[in-house]
């Protein structure tokens, strides 16, 4: 069978088989290039418990399960950043700490909220400090807040083994622009 002098099975069968290599190429990139070595990170690295890698959405999301949950949180984000950021390359992530909340924690994280989201622009931090350890202390919590040039780290605990992380992004402006993020994205969980 011929159309216009190309033979049509020939054509069909160049077109299917190029198909099989964008897609195996693109499935052999994803898995081996990232994937593999993401998950081999992650999982010898002794601060993680557990961890999910969500490549349904346009930029991956990798969610962590801490294994001690009295660690810096900072110092956990930090390491866990470097790590993922060297497997990541230059393509964009979030990356989210899983927590355990329960409905007192996330009073007391609703309580600090604005003091927190303040700080965010007016970099009052020893006022969320406070904020966020009295509330935490008034639902039977303990309250820890950290900072560095990237974010602002919420860890909330109780003794019965529930625990809220959370890292918030801060605002810096540099050259009139406001950049938002730790590594590459980081997502206020």
Known sequence: ???????????????VCGLILAFG???VYKEYIF????????????????FKVDNDTQIPVIKVKLANNHVSLMEAYQQLNQSVGQVMNKKPYELEFISNSDASLDQAFYESHYVIYQAQVAGNFPDVAAKVKQAAAKQGAE?????????????????????????????????????QGGGQIAKGN
């Open 25 to 27: 190429g693109q499935y």
């Open 143 to 179: 309250g820890k807040v950290f900072v560095d040039e990237n974010n602002i780290y919420i860890q909330m605990y109780k003794p019965d083994g529930h625990y809220l992380n959370k890292v918030i992004p801060r605002q810096n402006t540099l050259n009139g622009v406001t950049l």
């Open 1 to 15: 069978m011929q159309w216009h002098g190309l033979r049509l099975p020939v054509v069909f069968l160049a077109f």
């Open 35 to 50: 994937q593999q070595p993401l998950n081999e990170i992650l999982a010898e690295n002794k601060l993680v418990d557990e």
